[in-house]
């Protein structure tokens, strides 16, 4: 059944892999990144990250096992556009340019490059050409796509205490957008974001991922506390699980 709609779905997905590919390589020129990593050296989206693509391989290797082919893509089509490119990345962009932690960044852009070659790998029975021209630009270790280690789930990549932490940001996130959106606000007028909760989880899983939490909230600044004390009477609120959001 040929759609040609599926035609320019497929196309825009091939550009967003193109461009993701192209913006990580281009901030690997930058730094010499380390073949391995120290997990304790990890953020906890970058952990979030290694999760989420940890089941997915699972997944997709449990779906062709079972031919189920359409399944499987469909669940590799997601991670990438969805978890990988319009989240992760995102998340990051912040430690890579506006801060001067070493660490940190190369942190970042070993967790960029690690999760866009498995990502390739278990796109690559489904899209051969634009993943073996990837994946033979970004790493000399392997000669060929076709021929390197397909990735299997691993329990060292499993880290749910930090993916359950992402997943409250990225909830708090989508409220703010969805209220800025009824608002007619523009991404590019910045508010003061005030986060108010009891739950001293909560607090620090915000305060820890200030830095991004801000960029994606279009926040010109981030204000964590456990009462409504200096909030204004006429703030727009946004209640997740937890806390509640003033803006």
Known sequence: RFYVEKCEAMRNFANKIW???RFIMMNLEKAEVPSSMDLANLTAADKWILCKFNDVAK???DNMEKFELGIAVQK??????DEFCDWYIEMVKPR???TDDAVSQNAAL???KTVLIDALKLLHPYMPFITEEIFCTIQNEEESIMISKWPEYSEDRAFPAEEKAIE???EAVRGIRNIRTEMNVAPSRKASVYVVSENDEIRRIFEEGKLFFASLAYANEIMIQADKTGIAEDAVSVVIPGATLYI
């Open 59 to 61: 997944d997709v290797t």
């Open 168 to 170: 409250t940001i990225k």
């Open 96 to 98: 890579l340019y506006s």
């Open 110 to 112: 070993w967790t960029l």
């Open 19 to 21: 461009n993701a590919s």
């Open 76 to 81: 590799v089509y997601d991670f990438i556009w």
